[in-house]
């Protein structure tokens, strides 16, 4: 390998380029995985509030419709109740 300068040998610039080109990957690497996180850490805090909100509903059901009086399936399913 020829080399446009003569004051470092080609051992060491053939050295410094594969430390340069590992170290490159490494930065793209961290880069992409940081963007990667950084997305989805976005959707888990999503779903994670999404959860905690409405766990309460489901938790509440049960005891709510027996204090109301209501039958839970014949609600939620689209029925008209009979009055």
Same mark, same amino acid.
């Given at each position: *390998? &020829?080399?446009?300068?003569?004051?470092?040998?080609?051992?060491?610039?053939?050295?410094?380029?594969?430390?340069?080109? +590992?170290?490159?990957?490494?930065?793209?690497? &961290?880069?992409? *995985?940081?963007? +990667?996180?950084?997305?989805?850490?976005?959707?888990?805090?999503?779903? +994670?509030?999404? *959860?905690?909100? &409405? +766990?309460?509903?489901?938790?509440?059901?049960?005891?709510?419709?027996?204090?109301?009086?209501?039958?839970?399936?014949?609600?939620?399913?689209?029925?008209?109740?009979?009055?």
């Amino acid at each position: *390998m &020829t080399l446009p300068y003569d004051f470092v040998d080609a051992k060491r610039h053939e050295r410094r380029e594969r430390v340069f080109l +590992i170290l490159a990957g490494l930065f793209l690497g &961290t880069l992409a *995985m940081l963007n +990667i996180l950084g997305v989805a850490s976005g959707y888990i805090f999503k779903l +994670i509030a999404a *959860m905690l909100d &409405t +766990i309460p509903f489901y938790i509440g059901v049960p005891y709510l419709s027996r204090y109301l009086r209501i039958d839970p399936s014949r609600e939620h399913a689209g029925w008209e109740s009979p009055r």
